[in-house]
């Protein structure tokens, strides 16, 4: 700062607004660089978890597999069923993580990382398909996201019925089965949740442009 000020004694305060001015753009820069990385980086999870969602159908196909192979062979079929409960919802417990992955990441780039790239670019209204996509299909999504409990619960339900009284082997599969239907439950609500934040961003996002606007 010295430096220039004895280079342009006529215009030492110019000469420090342009150095501050050049400081403070280097920063920008940088900042930016470093958010846009850690954006890309996100987009690269994202795409991880999807391209695991697609062989986890295939995970459950071959446990149905093995299960059907061993049916004629292994005499007690009700420990084969049992152990079809808990395979089959441990495969849906992994596609529901997959799912909530990518809605924790597109909730912290709407939360986090797109309010600190406004502050730097000066503009606002971008990176906002996801949030769009999920306030639109909110009244569709429902359904696919709470299918899988219920329908536990009516097959535990109808297997105690028909196997009551009840043996020690439904014990327990009982023991291991509703635990994990009670994490589907707590899965599906975080999972909802997630979605409906990321929905109510994009609406904060709409609400407080045109406030900016005016100002």
């Known amino acids: 700062m010295n430096r220039q000020e004895k280079r342009l004694p006529h215009f030492g305060f110019s000469a420090r607004c342009a150095v501050g001015d050049s400081r403070t753009r280097r920063r920008a820069s940088g900042a930016l660089d470093v ?12 795409t991880s978890w999807l391209t695991l ?4 159908w295939a995970v459950l196909a071959t446990f149905l597999t093995v ?5 004629n ?10 152990s079809l409960g808990v395979g089959s919802q441990l495969v849906i ?7 909530e992955e990518q809605y924790r990441a597109i909730f912290y780039v709407q939360r986090q990382l797109r309010p600190r790239v406004e502050k730097i670019v000066g503009i606002s209204g971008f990176w906002t398909y996801e949030s769009y996509s999920a306030g639109r299909d909110d009244h569709l999504s429902w359904w696919g996201e709470w299918f ?3 329908i536990f619960v009516c097959l535990l339900l109808a297997f105690g019925i028909v196997r009551w009284p009840l043996h020690p082997i439904d014990y327990a599969g009982l023991s291991v ?9 707590l899965k599906t609500v975080i999972r909802v949740r997630l979605r409906r934040s990321v929905a109510e961003a994009e609406e904060d ?5 045109p406030a900016k606007c005016c100002k």
């Open 67 to 71: 299960i059907a192979a061993f049916w």
């Open 205 to 209: 996002e709409q609400v407080e442009t």
């Open 35 to 46: 958010h846009l990385a850690e954006y890309e980086a996100l987009t690269s999870r994202c």
């Open 53 to 56: 969602m697609v062989p986890i």
């Open 148 to 150: 899988s409990p219920p």
């Open 73 to 82: 062979s292994f005499p007690d079929h009700i420990a084969l069923l049992w």
């Open 177 to 185: 089965n509703i635990p994990l239907v009670v994490i589907q439950v």
């Open 93 to 99: 417990l992994m596609w529901f993580q997959t799912i």
